[in-house]
């Protein structure tokens, strides 16, 4: 770690070992730094990593939203053994590509990245109707639906973005088929919502969003689904669980969202987080397989 932004102490270590859902490891986009305080600029991967397998957290699935992000993600899961990958274009940024008649150049390369080794599932993506105004709903469609070709031809995960537009993805997942295994990211919705997703399988991931006062629906969303479609996440470096939101997030923060959620369920942390670890095996496979070199540093490199 350095000094230039105030990371978070090292919680307590978990007993059980868990796994980061959806993070973003990768450095932001050149010429982004400015006002993006919350990118972990400064926090080279392998530390990030180190300090959560020292809390317990034994793996992550790194997360692409764009071309760039998705090569990375597809790169450093390929070569080091903590981390498996998704790629995807987000949802946000099909409308751009839409509009330079570039999508279906960026939906091939995902399809070949989906074809590397460890990556393990396509995402993020989906529809996000709080950014995308109706103009660019339509190019969130196609590459939403294409996304999802992509995880049942490659037999992967899907990873859904879904923001201010759950009657619209659940639609879609319903007329074009779901992938067998479906992963809300960053579960957003209600026990009403819950209710659809326990209904066809689909297993919702819960950020450090659960632990802020002001989400008692996401509480309730929690009660509401059956605990083997429970998986937890960080979507780091944003989204950091109470008592540090607002600071910057890393996997490492993960012990402070299961807690908070086993307390709410009622239950013992070590069971939740063996049931969340066996689920999220489920999704995606085991991380053991080793690393085909020694990790690059983007950093540097």
């Given amino acids: ?26 450095p932001p986009p ?56 998704a790629v995807a274009l987000h949802p946000n940024e099909a409308p751009l590509l839409d509009a330079a008649g570039t999508l279906d150049d960026a939906l091939a390369e995902i399809s070949e990245l989906a074809g590397r080794p460890r990556v393990r599932a396509i995402g993020e993506t989906g529809l996000d109707f709080f950014r995308t105004g109706e103009d660019g709903q339509a190019a969130q469609q196609r590459s939403f639906e294409a996304h999802i070709a992509i995880a049942k031809e490659r037999g992967l995960a899907l990873q859904i973005h879904d ?3 759950h009657r619209e993805v659940v639609a879609t997942l319903l007329r074009v088929g779901a992938p067998e295994r479906t992963v809300f990211h960053c579960f957003s919705g209600d026990a009403e919502l819950a209710s659809i997703l326990s209904e ?12 802020f006062k002001n989400a008692p629906n996401l509480r309730d969303a929690l009660e509401a689904l059956p605990r083997r479609l429970v998986l937890i996440e960080t979507d780091s470096p ?6 540090f939101r607002g600071r910057p997030n890393a996997s490492y923060l993960i012990p402070h969202t299961l807690r908070a959620m086993a307390a709410h369920l009622g239950t013992d942390v070590s069971m939740l987080a063996a049931l969340i670890s066996s689920n999220t095996e489920e ?7 080793e690393p085909t070199a020694a990790p690059p540093n983007p950093f540097t490199e």
């Fill in 30 to 85: 050149e010429g982004e730094l400015q006002g993006h305080e919350h990118w972990q600029s400064t926090l080279d991967y392998r530390d990030a990593l180190d300090r959560a397998s020292s809390v317990g957290v034994r793996g992550v699935v790194q997360v692409g939203t764009d071309l760039a992000s998705s090569r990375w993600s597809a790169d450093i899961a390929a070569v080091e053994p903590r981390v498996l990958a």
């Fill in 1 to 26: 770690m350095t000094d230039e932004v105030e990371w978070p102490p090292l919680p307590e270590a978990l007993t059980v070992p868990v796994y980061d859902n959806h993070t973003h490891l990768e």
């Fill in 200 to 211: 066809h399988g689909w297993y919702a991931s819960f950020a450090g969003t659960v632990t």
């Fill in 163 to 165: 923001r201010d537009a």
């Fill in 238 to 243: 944003f989204l950091t669980p109470a008592p």
């Fill in 283 to 289: 999704v995606y496979g085991l991380w053991n397989s």
